[in-house]
């Protein structure tokens, strides 16, 4: 895809048809809109034909977002209240999770979005999400003087590569996008881009936004590790920022903006004052002590910070002038006559007994790799402290963590109960000097708490060991200095389980197709003398929903008691160790023998229930392949052959 035009040409095309492919045809029975208090609760099929001429406020919601229930609830209340007044204009809504392709057609990437359509135009939605916001917003939107806003395309497209890096150098801040001609998504994000061109421009200096055919020139592709298309990112002074979040306006102009600001921030020229720069910003502070801005070090200080400016949990900060070593030989003991750089820890966690606030770093020459691994070995406390923002970046890819969950509060008033817990935790940090600790706030980080085995231990502080993103290893009852002690003496013996989400074991489990949760799992896995298929499912996919009344029929079709059939929710229950499963529905079938586990036998067929007869009749270790009997063809009936041909399209998803 990267190497010549003519064969990145030729791919495209191809890699067009299977997104039609992909993401049109999955879609081909979404079923009709309704009705309920003058809202129409949309739907692909009717969609084009309810907005018809009219004018529409659509909002995009997506039911597992806590944020879009708030707003979808603050639409509907401002809706019935327009409805009321009969104010010109009509409401809508789409649930994501039943129709992502209407969401795909206009360009609604992540949740919650609102969308106003004119004539059947949408156009963005440009107020705020509170229900006085939205009310005035759509007033407006129903008048009959309401004219689209006119914009200006300013952005600019790049001829080549060498105009690409003429601009980068040139634009001391732009955002460029790399594109494909071919691709779909490329095409949504045009008229984001316009808008977003539009409010950058009126910034002071001005923004520019750019956009370059990456189909086109592939060497830029390769030199930024692109994965997909269209890609954006920001340049600053040359050095660029992927940006990942959803693609609205909204959040590629924050993002933009938020890279106007100079990540390193200046200090005076004072004894003390790296200190007072870390106790001011309530984090871990990086601070460099330069004699000029001109100097090498510091160039390649700013560049570092840059790098980490979405890392919330440090703050940078530099000290320029004649003064600056003399200050540094003074509270931090450096003897570099060139530049030094401190990393000071919070003044409100605890340090290890004897240790420094803070770490020196003087190497000579400065490299940014060397000195950004030397903030991340030296940036923790004894025990750290990590929010949402900050605890990715800091703890997320560590092998292993112990999570401290308790109320954390700041406020002077109540400080004092909480030092004392973070000291009770410290004393047990003391003695594990190679598992780093961190503490977490029980409400904000509760998902995090959940996900460890904890959502139902209600003590004031509990705790959890975290593997490799993976292995969970809660603490049982509440924590202190002995429990916890002996807990993670227990982990480093091997003689703790690992925790599984699972749901509960049902009371009757005889159904044709039975149910499978974590708990039982290695149960059903250990009597190796039948075979066993298992559907692995969500329960919000459709095609999982369809494929289960097929797998019944296919139990049937097949009668052997030698072959069980089971359903596992992987939602409710974790996936087992060493089992892949990237999309759902997935059908597995786990051989009878002693090795079942190691290679399951995926159904990649048609999904009706003959085609999965035939597949367990061949495969199946307890069976002699066999044809498949003819009885029961009519019986299938229309619906499974609609099922069929409904799922063929699937197959690749």
């Given at each position: ?58 909002f ?79 007033r ?37 996008d ?56 920001v340049?600053?002074?040359?050095q ?46 990086v ?114 963590v ?33 598992m ?10 509760h ?14 502080m ?57 708990a ?33 029929k296919?139990?049937s ?35 009878a ?61």
């Amino acid at each position: 895809l990267k190497n010549t035009s003519a064969i990145q040409s030729k791919l495209g095309k191809m890699f067009e048809y299977f997104v039609v492919a992909l993401l049109v045809l999955p879609f081909a029975a979404a079923g009709k809109s309704t009705q309920k208090d003058g809202i129409y609760y949309l739907q692909q099929d009717d969609f084009d034909q309810i907005l018809g001429e009219k004018t529409f406020a659509v909002f995009f919601h997506s039911p597992w977002s806590d944020i879009s229930s708030q707003v979808l609830y603050e639409f509907e209340k401002s809706a019935r209240t327009l409805l009321a007044e009969d104010a010109g204009v009509s409401f809508g809504v789409v649930d994501m999770s039943q129709d992502e392709y209407t969401a795909f057609r206009f360009g609604v990437d992540g949740g919650p979005q609102l969308r106003m359509f004119h004539e059947a135009k949408p156009y963005f939605y440009e107020g705020n999400n509170t229900g006085v916001g939205m009310v005035d917003t759509f007033r407006k939107h129903g008048r009959s003087d309401w004219t689209a806003p006119e914009r200006e395309d300013k952005v600019i497209e790049l001829k080549d590569v060498a105009e690409f890096e003429a601009h980068i150098k040139k634009e001391k801040l732009t955002l460029i996008d790399f594109y494909a001609p071919w691709c779909n998504h490329c095409k949504q994000l045009e008229p984001v881009l316009v808008e977003v061109a539009e409010e950058l421009s009126k910034l002071n200096p001005p923004v520019t936004v750019a956009k370059i055919d990456v189909q086109e020139h592939g060497s830029l592709f390769e030199r930024y590790e692109m994965k997909g298309y269209p890609y954006l990112m920001v340049f600053k002074n040359g050095q660029h920022t992927n940006f990942e979040k959803a693609k609205n306006p909204a959040n590629i102009v924050q993002f933009v903006k938020e890279r106007i600001s100079v990540t390193s921030a200046s200090i005076p020229a004072v004894s003390g004052a790296a200190y007072s720069f870390s106790d001011s910003r309530k984090s871990a502070a990086v601070v460099g002590f330069f004699q000029s801005r001109s100097a090498f070090e510091f160039q390649q200080f700013t560049e570092l910070a840059e790098t980490m400016r979405e890392d919330k949990s440090i703050a940078f900060g530099h000290v320029i002038g004649s003064k600056a070593l003399e200050i540094a030989a003074r509270d931090f003991g450096l003897t570099s006559e060139d530049y030094g750089v401190v990393v000071v820890r919070d003044r409100r966690l605890p340090v290890r007994k004897g240790e420094k606030r803070f770490a020196l770093f003087e190497e000579d020459p400065m490299q940014k790799d060397v000195l950004s691994t030397f903030i991340a070995d030296n940036r923790r406390s004894l025990v750290g402290y990590a929010n949402q923002e900050s605890y990715r970046p800091v703890y997320g890819k560590m092998s292993t963590v112990v999570l401290v969950f308790m109320d954390i509060d700041w406020d002077p008033d109540t400080f004092d109960t909480m030092s004392y817990r973070l000291n009770l935790v410290a004393k047990v940090a003391e003695n594990f000097p190679d598992m780093p600790f961190v503490a977490l706030d029980h409400s904000e980080m509760h998902a995090l708490r959940n996900r460890v085995g904890l959502g139902e231990n209600d003590n004031d502080m509990t705790a959890a060991v975290f593997v490799n993103g993976s292995f969970r290893y809660p603490l049982d009852g509440e924590s202190n200095v002995d429990t916890l002690a002996a807990h993670l003496t227990a982990f480093n013996a091997g003689e703790l389980t690992p925790y599984s989400k699972t749901q509960k074991v049902p009371a009757s489990n005889n159904a044709p197709v039975r149910t499978l949760v974590r708990a039982t799992y290695d149960e059903v896995m250990a009597d190796t003398s039948r075979d066993v298929a298992v559907i692995f499912t969500t329960p919000w996919s459709k095609d999982s929903t369809k494929f289960l009344p097929v797998l019944r029929k296919a139990h049937s079709l097949l009668n052997e008691e030698s072959v069980v059939f089971y359903k596992y929710d992987c939602i409710a229950n974790d996936l087992p160790e060493g089992l892949d499963v990237e999309k759902h529905p997935t059908l597995l079938l786990f051989k009878a023998g002693s090795d079942r586990q190691s290679q399951p036998e995926k159904y990649e067929g048609p999904r009706n229930s003959k085609s999965i007869v035939s597949f367990l009749k061949e495969e199946a270790s307890t069976l002699n392949p066999q044809p498949v009997e003819e009885q029961g063809e009519e019986a299938e009936g229309e619906q499974e052959e609609n099922t069929e041909e409904s799922a063929d399209n699937h197959d690749e998803l």
